[in-house]
């Protein structure tokens, strides 16, 4: 498996940016499809974006699509997720989590992630 280390979230306006990262250590990295994931108070943890293990696929909710960025640094073991024009409704602890390579599986599997960081808080005040 893969140790994950969530940083970078906070307190910020609507309308603001924030960019979180995640350290990754153990089980290859480089070949590891990431995932960004969410959970807000009452709700069910939800898909945010995901990246293939190259960096050269990438898969967005609806909900972040042209505001959200996902990215990866293999050299350096870490997966990026750049928020930008954050809304209230992006209040939420945001999680990064790590699988295995498929051809059968989307990004958005939540099942199918093995590994999750502690997660990040992020609010957004309006």
């Known amino acids: 498996q893969v140790q994950l280390v969530e940083s970078g979230g906070g307190l910020v306006q609507a309308g603001g940016s924030l960019r979180l990262s995640c350290a990754a250590s153990g089980r290859t990295f480089s070949s590891s499809v990431m995932g960004w994931f969410r959970q807000a108070p009452g709700k069910e943890r939800e898909f945010v974006a995901g990246i293939n293990w190259s960096g050269t696929r990438t898969d967005y909710a609806d909900s972040v699509k042209g505001r959200f960025t996902i990215s990866r640094d293999n050299a350096k073991k870490t997966v990026y997720l750049q928020m930008n024009s954050l809304k209230p409704e992006d209040t939420a602890v945001y999680y990064c989590?790590?699988?295995?390579?498929?051809?059968?599986?989307?990004?958005?599997?939540?099942?199918?992630?093995?590994?999750w960081g502690q997660g990040t808080q992020v609010t957004v005040s309006s």
């Open positions: 989590a790590s699988r295995a390579t498929s051809p059968f599986l989307t990004f958005g599997h939540r099942d199918a992630y093995d590994s």
